[in-house]
């Protein structure tokens, strides 16, 4: 699959966006087993404040899981060990953020996100990432407004929830 990995990514970038959310990135061997990983590997992994990735992980699942870390409260972040729970509004809050945080990094961007989570088979009632992310999103943004997460123009607030 056309993937982006992490091997092959912006490392800077990825570093930086995980210090401004507090999260411990954590970059293991080729072929170490992922702590906290919710599918196993090559998928990232959450155990407390530390995202647990290999070179072979998807910048969308690296990326996804720390948006799972950003939007939940600080009582599920405390206890977080693999499943990162939440409701349905959540997850869709964590899609739409890991999109948007994709510009935040170089080589990746929003369309190149979109295109990767596609092909890894996210799924989406309108059956693409894109088309749920221009039409159907709404809930996913109001949800990320309301908790201050992002701003009315869709730019993130650099927070955690609380």
Not at 38 to 60: C, K, M, N, Q, W
Not at 116 to 130: H, I, K, N, Q, V
Not at 139 to 157: G, K, V
């Amino acid at each position: 699959m056309d993937i982006l990995r992490y091997s092959d990514s912006n490392h800077t970038d990825i570093a930086a966006l995980c210090r401004r959310y507090e999260i411990n990135l954590i970059v293991l061997g080729p072929e170490a087993e992922i702590p906290g990983s919710y599918f196993g590997p090559p998928e990232a992994g959450l155990v407390g404040h530390s995202l647990y990735i290999r070179p072979d992980t998807p910048v969308h699942s690296l990326l996804h899981e720390g948006c799972h870390f950003i939007c939940m409260d600080q009582e599920r972040r405390s206890a977080l060990h693999t499943d990162a729970g939440g409701e349905f509004v959540e997850e869709n809050g964590v899609c739409y953020l890991q999109i948007l945080l994709a510009d935040h990094i170089g080589g990746m961007g929003r369309d190149r996100m979109m295109r990767d989570m596609d092909t890894w088979g996210y799924t989406f009632r309108l059956g693409s990432a894109r088309v749920w992310f221009e039409g159907d999103a709404e809930d996913a943004r109001d949800w990320l407004l309301e908790h201050r997460l992002i701003d009315r123009f869709d730019i993130p607030a650099w927070r955690l929830r609380r």
